[in-house]
Each structure stands twice: as structure tokens, then as C-alpha cells.
């Protein structure tokens, strides 16, 4: 084996074991309070050792850690609190290091396949750094280039996230995490594949093709590989930036968000799992914000036309008072074994999710609640419930649907947009069909090569 080799077989083994003792060591410790009688500040405790260990980590673990925090109940309060606060960044690769990155994946001459290359990362993450560059016809690039031995560092995160599931059931069982890990599993194996997401990219290039105020980058096939992806530079500013821009911008952005999402969803059956503050910028036009770059699409989360029936079953449901069609959505959505109380404990979620798409007037997201207090009397309500209901499995197709809808939420709350939801909402799904969909769907994949 070759130093360079034996030496990253050796970080990745040490990068294991460190993940493995600090949250094992959480979780031992939570264990022998179990049996020895545990402290009302156990949990806080415990919380910040784990966000703690975490922390130090970096890298994809973090990811995993972050989505946990947004899935109600798949950690307890005092867990998800501490997971939010975690930054994702990690450490970047010096210049010579990119250098190696970059011969490895454009062979030695890359260089002179762009008219320049910045050194320094304009952004680094948890998977990869992006780096600003120039095209030889003079278009501005960005060039994200992942770490190295990020499929073993993946895979030694995923398993340790079996232990973070085993904290949840030691407090109590009342959510059976066994999906949530098969799907954060597959969709952090495929934000590994470049080409993959690139293809992505193609898909909400056609998916958006219409919609002026969302910008999708153009792909630069010539010089992306598996493990880097070229694409256009899109100048924009943060979204934070504009919290105390005029009502009538913050709606405006605001708008530019809901239809990002929403549309995709409601017309393909596909979703941005991952709507995060980094992943979108603000663009201007003729010198006023005008709308959005999203910018990231490794989490990509494509849906049977079924599901999405689901959603616009249980809509309809709550919408109308209709009980059978609320059933009929979670069966679709794959909950089993449902009765009339775990209905009505799903129903306290759904009401909460869907509050603001059923009240058909102007309003902000929280409604008077306070941004620090939104969701979590509705999480604390459907956790008591489900507690005396025994363990409930949570469908994998779920994870990421709600994941984007709390993080869509936080923009909404950010921005304190002021907008009709109801009616943003009915016009995503008018005339919406499972038949439409597949055959949208079918005709957008084709075109993206998916």
C-alpha cells in the first residue's frame, strides 16, 4: 500500500473511532442514568456532550445531525435545539491539496483548460469546497470540488447514526426510526455523485423553464467528473440581507421561494430536500431584488406521483373536513396500522404543516407566534400522543418532504412575508392529477437523462 494510501486509511480509521467513542460515550452515559435514575437536567446535559462531540467532527456526520434536528421527534427538544446550532463548514483544502484534487479528476494540464482559477475556496461544506474560476470563452464559474475519501467518511458517519438513533429510544419509543436512516442514507450516498447531480440541475432547468424570478445554473459537462462539478457563477446576495428590505421585496422573494418548491413538487413530483440558507441567493434586476439562484441540488428527492396525491389528499382532507381522504393520504404515504387516535395525533403535524395553506387570507407564516416558539407546542402535543400509542414507523418518502417544509417555513419567519398561502397553494395544485404528474415527470426525467 502506498504512503499517501496507508496514510488516509489511517485518518479514516481514527475518524471513525473518534466518532464511534464520542457518541457512544453519550449515549453509555444515558444509559447508566436509565438504570441508576436519571436527573430532570439530564437531557440538557446530555444534549450539549452530544452537540458537543458533534461539533469537533465536522464533515457529513453534521449533515446527518442538522436533518435530524428538522424531523419532529426524531430526536428529543432538548437534542434538536442543540443539533440546530451546529455549523456543517468544514476545514478547506489548501492550495496544494486542490492542485492534487483537481489533476485527479481534469488530468495534469487542467489548468489550461480555464483562463484562470481562484486559490482560495469562495465556500467550503461538509461534502466539498466551491471554488470561483473563468472559462476560456470568459464565462464566470463555479468549480465545487469534493474532499477526498468522502465515501468512506460517509459511510463511517452513517453507521454511527444508528447510535444517534438509539439516544431517541432510550428516552421512549414512541417513533420507530428504522425508514428515517434508510433514506438519509440514500440521499447523502447520491449527494456523492456529482454527475448525478448534475443531471439534477438539467432537471430543474426544464422543471423552471418559465418561472423568471428562480435561476438555475448552467452545467459546464467538459469540466465536471463524478467528483466535480462546473457550473455558472450566479452573482446574488444573501437572503438574510434583505430582512429589512420593503414588505413589498420580502414578499416578493418570498413568492420566488414558495414556487420553487412548490411548483416542482406539485407538477413533477420532485423536491429540494435541502432549503437551506446557503443553498439560494438573491439576484437583481435593474438594481431591486428580483428573485433567487438556487444553487445546490445534490438533494434532489424524486417522488412516486402517488405520494404527491397523498399530499394533495390530505390537503383536501383538513381543507374539507373529509376523513376517509385523510386516511387515504397517510395509507398512501405508508403509515400502518392506523387507528382513530393515531390519526388524530398525525392530524395535530399535518394541521400545523399545512395551518398557513388552509386559512385563505394574507398572513405572516407564524401567524402572532413568536419565530422562537413556532412548531414546537404542536411537536410537544403529537410526542405526548404518540407515546401511549406505542412505537409508529415514520414512511422514508416523508423525511424530506418535511424537512423542506420546516426549512421553507424558517425563510417565511425570516423574511416576515406577508402572503395569501391558501391561494399560492391551490394554484400549484390546480388541476392536479397522479396521471399528470407521471406523465410530467416521465417526459422531465427523460430530458434530464435521470
Not at 135 to 156: F, I, N, R, T
Not at 170 to 178: E, K, L
Not at 357 to 381: C, M
Request: glycine share 8%; net charge positive.
Amino acid at each position: 500500500m502506498a504512503d499517501n494510501e496507508k496514510n488516509r486509511f489511517t485518518a479514516r480509521a481514527r475518524r471513525y473511532a473518534n466518532v464511534g467513542t464520542k457518541v457512544g460515550g453519550v449515549a453509555a452515559r444515558m444509559a447508566g442514568q436509565r438504570l441508576l435514575g436519571s436527573k430532570p437536567d439530564d437531557r440538557a446535559g446530555n444534549a450539549l456532550a452530544l452537540a458537543s462531540a458533534l461539533g469537533g467532527l465536522k464533515g457529513p456526520i453534521m449533515k446527518v445531525a442538522q436533518l435530524l434536528a428538522t424531523i419532529p421527534d426524531a430526536v428529543p427538544a432538548e437534542y434538536a435545539n442543540e443539533l440546530m446550532k451546529l455549523q456543517s463548514q468544514a476545514p478547506p483544502m489548501g492550495w496544494a491539496f486542490v492542485k492534487r484534487r483537481m489533476n485527479a479528476e481534469l488530468g495534469s494540464e487542467w489548468q489550461s483548460k480555464f483562463s484562470s482559477f481562484e486559490h482560495h475556496p469562495a465556500a467550503a461544506a461538509s461534502l466539498g469546497q466551491v471554488h470561483r474560476a473563468t472559462a476560456l470563452s470568459g464565462e464566470a464559474l463555479a468549480c465545487k470540488l469534493q474532499y477526498p475519501d468522502m465515501q468512506s467518511a460517509v459511510e463511517a458517519d452513517l453507521n454511527q447514526l444508528q447510535l444517534l438513533m438509539s439516544i431517541r429510544k432510550r428516552f421512549d419509543p414512541a417513533i420507530d426510526a428504522t425508514e428515517i436512516a434508510v433514506e438519509i442514507g440514500a440521499r447523502l450516498r447520491e449527494e456523492l455523485d456529482y454527475a448525478h447531480e448534475a443531471k439534477h440541475v438539467a432537471l430543474y432547468r426544464h422543471v423552471l423553464t418559465d418561472k423568471p424570478a428562480i435561476r438555475v445554473p448552467k452545467i459546464y459537462p467538459e469540466l465536471s467528473t463524478g467528483r466535480l462539478l462546473t457550473m455558472e457563477w450566479m452573482n446574488g446576495t444573501k437572503l438574510l440581507a434583505h430582512k429589512e428590505a420593503s414588505l413589498e421585496v420580502r414578499n416578493r422573494l418570498a413568492t420566488a421561494m414558495f414556487t420553487a418548491w412548490w411548483f416542482p413538487f406539485s407538477r413533477f413530483g420532485i423536491i429540494h430536500g435541502d432549503p437551506h440558507l446557503g443553498n439560494y441567493s438573491v439576484f437583481e434586476d435593474g438594481g431591486q431584488p428580483a428573485g433567487i439562484n438556487l444553487l445546490d441540488y445534490g438533494c434532489i428527492r424524486i417522488f412516486p406521483p402517488s405520494f404527491v396525491g397523498g399530499v394533495v389528499d390530505l390537503y383536501s382532507g383538513l381543507r374539507d373536513g373529509d376523513n376517509d381522504r385523510v386516511v387515504k393520504a397517510y395509507e398512501t404515504w405508508g403509515f400502518k396500522r392506523l387507528t382513530r387516535e393515531l390519526i388524530d395525533s398525525l392530524n395535530i403535524w399535518a394541521r400545523f404543516i399545512y395551518g398557513p395553506l388552509l386559512d385563505d387570507r394574507v398572513r405572516t407564516i407564524a401567524d402572532g407566534v413568536k419565530p422562537s416558539q413556532y412548531g414546537r407546542k404542536e411537536a410537544f402535543q403529537v410526542h405526548q400522543a404518540l407515546k401511549k400509542q406505542g412505537p409508529v414507523t415514520v414512511p422514508r418518502e416523508f423525511v424530506f418532504m418535511d424537512r423542506a417544509a420546516i426549512g421553507l417555513g424558517a425563510v417565511f419567519l425570516h423574511l416576515n412575508a406577508e402572503l395569501n398561502f391558501y391561494a399560492l397553494f391551490n394554484e400549484a395544485i390546480e388541476n392536479f392529477s397522479t396521471d399528470t404528474v407521471a406523465e410530467r415527470q416521465r417526459q422531465a426525467l427523460a430530458i434530464a437523462g435521470l
